[in-house]
């Protein structure tokens, strides 16, 4: 296994488990302070192709996020087969475009041998943590700055819109993967929201002219273009088996979970998972769609607080059955242990 590489000061290499030369990150951190920028009065990264607000009301929608997607998974953090917790495994974990990094504090609780690396391109996790987290303020689409072959796992989850070169993303994966480690990736079907029938319990993938659909589903449609403009695709979740099976990854398996939007499943649990996800698109419906909408398809600000209302509308109406679908996609890298491809 290769070593990280050295610290740009005069010292020695650091030992493989100091991933990051603290000392070394905090001078660089007070020599170049982060700053943010402002844009509709909500905050933004400074770095980065980030599209959306990283301001507090974004990490509390965030965490909230966090909670759906686990729920939605019967309270798992992964479904990739890592070594069972009560063998408490040294693993090394990374977890690109961490976020509010609640999914990096909960698996460094339940895997506490492990090494849980959060990177993210704007410095907004807890500084109160499990000792083996760190974080590290990077863009995920510049070199990484870690060692080859280092990592056991790593996981990425809703980095829709934040990557051009999904080949170049991939090839970068698995450089930094152990042989025989997993990658594991989740998305929505993002753009492609459908309503359920409440008869036979049958989607309808909301086909039609997207001029004719609903402000809802119109909006995964105008979103889906605006992506595809900026040259960031959003509609990653279908694609993720084929991205892993073109990087090289074997025994690649998808998961694909139906999440209620609303409070319209008979279903109690479904029912509160539905009306958590509702809340979660309705709060973050302007921080989604303002950037997109005002820099990218060249809508003013006026013409796009009508339409994110018209849309937290049609969230709100349980007329509408919605539903969206998570893509939920792992596969292990060749060279180490396991099952075939």
């Known amino acids: 296994m290769a070593t990280p590489p050295a610290s740009t000061s005069p ?3 650091a030992p493989v488990d100091n991933l990051v030369d603290i000392q070394q990150l905090e001078q660089d951190v007070a020599n170049h302070p982060y700053t943010f920028t402002f844009q509709h009065n909500r905050r933004y990264a400074s770095q980065g192709h980030y599209y959306m607000p990283n301001d507090p009301p974004e990490i ?20 990739a087969p890592l070594p069972p917790p009560a063998s408490n495994p040294a693993l090394k974990i990374l977890d690109v475009g961490c976020g509010s990094g609640i999914w990096c504090v909960q698996m460094a609780e ?43 796992f790593i996981h990425l989850s809703l980095v829709h819109g934040c990557v051009a070169d999904w080949d170049a993303m991939m090839r970068k994966i698995v450089s930094h993967l152990t042989p025989g480690g997993y990658l594991e990736h989740q ?9 359920v029938s409440p008869t ?8 039609a002219d997207p001029d004719a659909l609903p402000p809802v589903f119109r909006w995964g449609r105008l979103m889906e273009t605006a992506a595809l403009i900026r040259g960031r695709a959003l509609q990653l979740g279908p694609l993720l088996p084929t991205f892993q099976r073109a990087a090289g990854f074997l025994a690649v398996h998808e998961d694909i979970y139906r999440i209620p939007v609303g409070t319209w499943p008979a279903d109690p649990a479904q029912r509160l998972l539905g009306a958590r996800m509702m809340l979660s698109a309705v709060q973050g419906m302007e921080g989604f769609t303002t950037v997109m909408f005002t820099r990218v398809l060249g809508w003013s600000g006026e013409a796009t607080r009508g339409f994110v209302g018209e849309v937290r509308r049609d969230l709100r109406d349980d007329g509408l059955r919605k539903a969206v679908d998570l893509h939920v996609v792992f596969g292990r890298k060749g060279g180490g242990g396991g099952g075939g491809g």
Not at 60 to 79: E, M, S, V
Not at 187 to 193: A, G, V
Not at 200 to 207: E, H, R
């Open 11 to 13: 010292q020695a290499p």
């Open 60 to 79: 509390h929608r965030l965490n909230d996020q966090h909670y759906i997607l686990t729920a939605t998974k019967a309270g798992a953090l992964h479904n």
């Open 110 to 152: 339940l895997y506490p041998a492990a090494l849980v690396v959060g990177m993210d391109v704007s410095p907004i996790q807890p500084e109160a943590k499990p000792a083996r987290v760190q974080w590290v303020v990077h863009d995920m689409e510049l070199a990484w700055p870690f060692a080859g072959d280092y990592f056991d």
């Open 187 to 195: 998305e929505f079907s993002l753009c492609r929201q459908y309503t």
């Open 200 to 207: 036979t319990n049958a989607a309808d993938p909301m086909s």
